[in-house]
């Protein structure tokens, strides 16, 4: 019987290890060299009757996970996603560089090198992402789709469908976008706070262009902080993760998926045992503004903060190192008016503990401004609480969103009407101000502080009608935007 061959075998081994004086597994147990060597042969057969057989903390299961049933049932949820970018050709030394533009060789060389260098060029990537809202909502990476020309979404089934990028927050690098398509197989979503690090996780993506791939591992870590990444707690797995896996899901083994595959840390370019995911509770809070308000906001303390080690810790009169040490505080910040001050230590926010830095950044900014919360501080060897007026956060490097009313896929501008202020200033009944532009209007070169008047000869007066204006309109439109006291129409083709 095969069983008893497996046990007969993992004696033999056992017995191997034990005239070797070494240390041996037992199964699953493992025996350590002192106690390996009083074991007898009677208590490695019937360990459970052994009085003096080492109890494990936890038991491993012996059993392989099976991820056919989750890659079966939401493998369809999963979508290969393909931009067309126009990106700046490179500035290396080119022949076409010293050649006369008339010269019969000029036009060879410009095709065969693809573009002038410092010029524009045509680009094409590939990412992936998956469908969350049966009505046509995917989500995916921003990085995948910014600056993006034309966005396409193909499903499993090979339909092929145009995607309006209805949002990006590059904050977060979340983007949300939309297919017209209904009855869509969307994924299940669970809950990233529940996952422990150890647990079975499966990617579904397309890498390197290959759809559909299936890779798997454990969670490696949780709350991993990532330079530059300050809003975001990735959880670390070692799951393959691949260029072309970007935006794809990562899901747990109840089939849910607990976070988007996003980075890689790499000195190579490819996977080498580190891949990171933003939770999906993440995700789906940035979802849900943007559908709801067209803008991501998020809550601002004011405070500079630095993680607590052990000698910080001793200096501060901390059992152990936890927390984060307040370095300096804003002027006029929430943080100020509470009565924050440096060399505090943040214990927790709101009830939840910050045993780290990098937890309280996350914390902070899924507040929403204008709400109250609750701060634990040790200061000067004894714990206090403190109340606190959450703000909203003004650092458009950590608020760009793409607007509802915008199409970010066409036009490329995330804009917010004027203030009766403003329209007075611009002595205009309407129109909208941009905050930021990519894409087709700054190639055009529309920038941050324009506004637009008019499009098509159509005053517009909120970023809805805009983003129905162009929805209508054809390749080629034409801006009419107040800019230094003037007023200038400005073409855009968008393509």
């Known amino acids: ?59 491993v299961s012996q059993e392989r996970p099976d991820f056919s049933a989750i890659v079966e049932q939401y493998g369809p949820s999963v979508v290969n996603i393909s931009v ?91 983007a949300i976008l939309r297919i017209d398509a209904k009855g869509l197989p969307a994924v299940k979503l669970g809950d990233p706070e529940k996952t422990r690090v150890g647990d079975w996780v499966l990617a579904i993506g397309a890498p390197f262009g290959f759809e559909n791939s299936a890779t798997a591992g454990i969670v490696s870590a949780k709350s991993r902080a990532l330079p530059d990444e300050g809003y975001v707690s990735f959880i670390q797995t070692d799951v393959a993760v691949n260029p072309g896996n970007s935006g794809g899901p990562l899901f747990n083994m109840n089939g849910e998926v607990i976070g988007i595959n996003s980075q890689i840390y790499s000195r190579s370019g490819g996977y080498q045992g580190l891949s990171f995911a933003i939770p999906i509770n993440v995700a789906m809070g940035v979802e849900q503004q943007i559908l709801s308000n067209g803008k991501v906001t998020r809550g601002h303390l004011g405070v500079s903060v630095q993680e607590v080690n052990q000698q910080l810790a001793d200096s501060f009169g901390l059992k152990k190192p936890e927390g984060a040490l307040v370095s300096s505080v804003e002027k006029g910040s929430p943080a100020e008016k509470a009565g924050i001050v440096a060399g505090d230590v943040i214990l927790s926010f709101n009830g939840k503990r910050i045993d780290r830095m990098n937890d309280l950044p996350s914390q902070v900014a899924a507040m929403k401004p204008g709400s109250k919360s609750s701060l634990e501080l040790w200061r000067q060897g004894a714990k206090r609480e403190v109340e606190v007026s959450v703000g909203e956060l003004k650092s458009a490097s950590t608020t760009a969103a793409n607007n509802k009313g915008a199409d970010q896929g066409r036009l490329g501008v995330a804009v917010r009407p004027l203030t009766p202020d403003e329209r007075k200033q611009v002595d205009v009944p309407n129109g909208l101000l941009v905050e930021d532009v990519t894409g087709a209007a700054a190639r055009a070169g529309i920038e941050p502080g324009d506004v637009i008047l008019s499009l098509n000869g159509v005053s517009v007066r909120s970023a809805a009608q805009l983003s129905g204006l162009l929805e209508k309109a054809g390749k080629h439109v034409a801006l009419l935007v107040y800019r230094d006291n003037a007023r200038i129409f400005v073409p855009i083709n968008l393509g």
Not at 116 to 140: C, H, K, N, Q, Y
Not at 151 to 157: E, H, R
Request: proline residues 6%; without cysteine; hydrophobic residues 45%.
């Open 84 to 174: 067309d970018r126009t990106v700046k050709a490179s500035l290396e030394r080119s022949p076409l560089q010293d050649m006369d533009p008339d010269s019969p060789f000029f036009e060879f060389f410009k095709h065969f090198r693809g573009a002038i260098p410092g010029g524009e060029a045509p680009s094409r990537a590939m990412g992936s992402g998956f469908i969350v809202g049966a009505d046509g909502i995917v989500l995916t990476n921003a990085h995948v789709v910014a600056d993006a020309r034309e966005v396409t979404v193909k499903l499993i089934d090979k339909r092929e469908f145009p995607a309006k990028v209805v949002g990006i927050d590059r904050a977060t690098d979340v």
């Open 1 to 59: 019987m095969q069983i008893a061959k497996l046990k007969r075998t993992a004696i033999a081994v056992a017995v191997a290890g034990l005239t070797a004086g070494g240390s041996f597994y037992l199964g699953q147990h493992w025996v350590p060299p002192a106690h390996a060597e009083s074991t007898t042969m009677a208590a490695m057969v019937n360990a459970s009757n052994a009085s003096n057989a080492a109890a494990p903390a936890a038991t």
